[in-house]
Structures are given as structure tokens and as C-alpha cells.
């Protein structure tokens, strides 16, 4: 044990991959073809935390502002390149150039606030809050953009014909769009509302779980983890709020005609 903790060991670091392999055996025998994504994330999730925690080791033992930054660069980053990757629709210059615009003001405004305002670490670029708190808004807010983004598009494909008939009759681009805005930041949202609604009864979050491992007190694990949810609403909301109604615009031509 260190400081409280349980050392897994190797062969129990193993033993947990037996769940890989139920399965694969599941999905083998049902006959759905998700062998190889399920062997190439297991090995990517392995690698990529692995390399993580060599290198936050490194970043925990050497504090620099300029590498704290770096990470939330790379962070942030990532999640726009992702973001791109995992929308399934064709998406413009414009719409890509408003997504990370609005990736980082949302984030980065709602990450400062939460260092200087409401947990105030010294100094603000202590990796130990840093690192871990932006990667759960820059996570969350990645997820939130990615779902409106669907969910917008799709909703405006799939029903163009109205929404053309509504803009023939008058009807400005704003308020033809505005029920397909409305249901993008509904489900943009709704995963992180979901998760406020379930915790603490039907289940208990891994930051809140490792904070208790770890010999925190349960009510201090929780205070943080209360207020780092709300950092989540708050940035995954900001986010979403600026993508929508910045983007939905270049959804239309300059003669208000339906471009997607």
C-alpha cells in the first residue's frame, strides 16, 4: 500500500482484462463485427494512459507555468480534432473555425473562473488541480458541441423541406432554425443533466471515488466534487451557447437560403 492506496500489482492489472475478453466473446458470438474497435481501444486507452502518466509524473515533479499551458494547448487541441472526426456531417470552414472558437472562449472562461474564484490554487498553473480539472471541461465540453452539432444538422437535413417552406414564407433564418437550435443544446446538455440527477445515489464519480481511495474525507471529496460539476454545466452551457448561435448563421447562404 502507498499512503492508503492499494498497489494492483501486475498480474491483477492483468486480471482486469478478463472483461475485454468477455466481450469479445459476447460479441463474437452474437455475430456483431466489433472485435477489432474493441482490441484497438483497449489497446489505445492501455498506451495512451500509460505515456499520461509518465508524463504528468514528470509535469507533477517539475510545476512550470509554460508546461501547464502546453497541456491545455495539446488538450484543447485534441478535442477540436476530434470534434471534426466524430461529427457526421460535412462541416465548413466557417462551422469548424467557430467550434474551436468557441471550444477554447468556453473553456479557458470557465476554467480561469474556477481557479481564481471558486478553489483559488496557488500557484493557478499547480498541475495537480490544473491538469485533471481542465480535462474534465475540455472532455465534457468536447462531448456537448460534438452531440449539438449532430443533432443540428441532422435535424435540418432530415426536415429541409420545412424549413425551406418556412424560409419561402418569410420566415427569417433565425427563427426557421430555432426549434433544431433549441432540441442541439437540449441534447448537448442533457448528458451532463443526466449525470447531476444519478449522482450520489446511483452512483458515485471516479474523480469523488479516487479522491476517497485515496484517504480524503468523504465530505471534502464531495465539496469538490459539487463544485467541479458545476465548472462542467457551466463550460459544457458556455460552450454549446457560442457554437449555436454564432454557427447557426453560416447553416444559411447571405440570401437566406438553407446551406447544408
Same mark, same amino acid.
Given at each position: 500500500?502507498?499512503?492508503?492506496?492499494?498497489?494492483?500489482?501486475?498480474?491483477?492489472?492483468?486480471?482486469?482484462?478478463?472483461?475485454?475478453?468477455?466481450?469479445?466473446?459476447?460479441?463474437?458470438?452474437?455475430?456483431?463485427?466489433?472485435?477489432?474497435?474493441?482490441?484497438?481501444?483497449?489497446?489505445?486507452?492501455?498506451?495512451?494512459?500509460?505515456?499520461?502518466?509518465?508524463?504528468?509524473?514528470?509535469?507533477?515533479?517539475?510545476?512550470?507555468?509554460?508546461?501547464?499551458?502546453?497541456?491545455?494547448?495539446?488538450?484543447?487541441?485534441?478535442?477540436?480534432?476530434?470534434?471534426?472526426?466524430?461529427?457526421?456531417?460535412?462541416?465548413?470552414?466557417?462551422?469548424?473555425?467557430?467550434?474551436?472558437?468557441?471550444?477554447?472562449?468556453?473553456?479557458?472562461?470557465?476554467?480561469?473562473?474556477?481557479?481564481?474564484?471558486?478553489?483559488?490554487?496557488? *500557484?493557478?498553473?499547480?498541475?495537480? +488541480?490544473? =491538469?485533471? @480539472?481542465?480535462?474534465? /471541461? %475540455? $472532455?465534457?465540453?468536447?462531448?456537448?458541441?460534438?452531440?449539438?452539432?449532430?443533432?443540428?444538422?441532422?435535424?435540418?437535413?432530415?426536415?429541409?423541406?420545412?424549413?425551406?417552406?418556412?424560409?419561402?414564407?418569410?420566415?427569417?433564418?433565425?427563427?426557421?432554425?430555432?426549434?433544431?437550435?433549441?432540441?442541439?443544446?437540449?441534447?448537448?446538455?442533457?448528458?451532463?443533466?443526466?449525470?447531476?440527477?444519478?449522482?450520489?445515489?446511483?452512483?458515485?464519480?471516479?474523480?469523488?471515488?479516487?479522491?476517497?481511495?485515496?484517504?480524503?474525507? *468523504?465530505?471534502?471529496?464531495?465539496? +469538490?466534487? =459539487?463544485? @467541479?460539476?458545476?465548472? /462542467? %454545466? $457551466?463550460?459544457?452551457?458556455?460552450?454549446?451557447?457560442?457554437?449555436?448561435?454564432?454557427?447557426?448563421?453560416?447553416?444559411?447562404?447571405?440570401?437566406?437560403?438553407?446551406?447544408?
Amino acid at each position: 500500500m502507498d499512503n492508503g492506496i492499494i498497489d494492483i500489482g501486475l498480474w491483477r492489472f492483468i486480471a482486469a482484462y478478463a472483461f475485454i475478453l468477455l466481450l469479445l466473446l459476447f460479441v463474437k458470438l452474437r455475430g456483431i463485427s466489433r472485435e477489432k474497435q474493441i482490441i484497438i481501444a483497449s489497446f489505445r486507452m492501455t498506451v495512451q494512459l500509460i505515456i499520461a502518466g509518465y508524463i504528468l509524473t514528470f509535469i507533477f515533479g517539475n510545476p512550470s507555468p509554460w508546461l501547464s499551458l502546453l497541456i491545455i494547448f495539446i488538450m484543447e487541441l485534441f478535442a477540436i480534432l476530434n470534434i471534426f472526426k466524430q461529427v457526421k456531417y460535412k462541416l465548413s470552414k466557417q462551422l469548424k473555425g467557430t467550434a474551436a472558437v468557441s471550444m477554447v472562449i468556453g473553456t479557458l472562461s470557465c476554467l480561469f473562473y474556477f481557479n481564481f474564484v471558486v478553489i483559488h490554487f496557488t *500557484p493557478w498553473y499547480e498541475p495537480r +488541480y490544473f =491538469i485533471p @480539472i481542465t480535462g474534465m /471541461i %475540455v $472532455g465534457n465540453s468536447m462531448t456537448g458541441i460534438t452531440l449539438g452539432l449532430n443533432t443540428l444538422l441532422g435535424g435540418l437535413k432530415e426536415q429541409r423541406e420545412l424549413v425551406e417552406g418556412a424560409l419561402m414564407l418569410g420566415a427569417t433564418p433565425k427563427a426557421a432554425s430555432k426549434k433544431y437550435v433549441d432540441d442541439a443544446f437540449d441534447s448537448a446538455i442533457l448528458p451532463t443533466l443526466n449525470n447531476m440527477i444519478g449522482m450520489g445515489i446511483i452512483f458515485l464519480p471516479g474523480m469523488m471515488t479516487g479522491q476517497i481511495l485515496s484517504g480524503v474525507s *468523504p465530505l471534502v471529496a464531495i465539496e +469538490y466534487q =459539487i463544485v @467541479i460539476l458545476l465548472g /462542467i %454545466v $457551466g463550460s459544457v452551457a458556455l460552450t454549446v451557447i457560442l457554437f449555436i448561435y454564432l454557427g447557426y448563421k453560416f447553416l444559411f447562404t447571405d440570401h437566406a437560403q438553407l446551406n447544408v
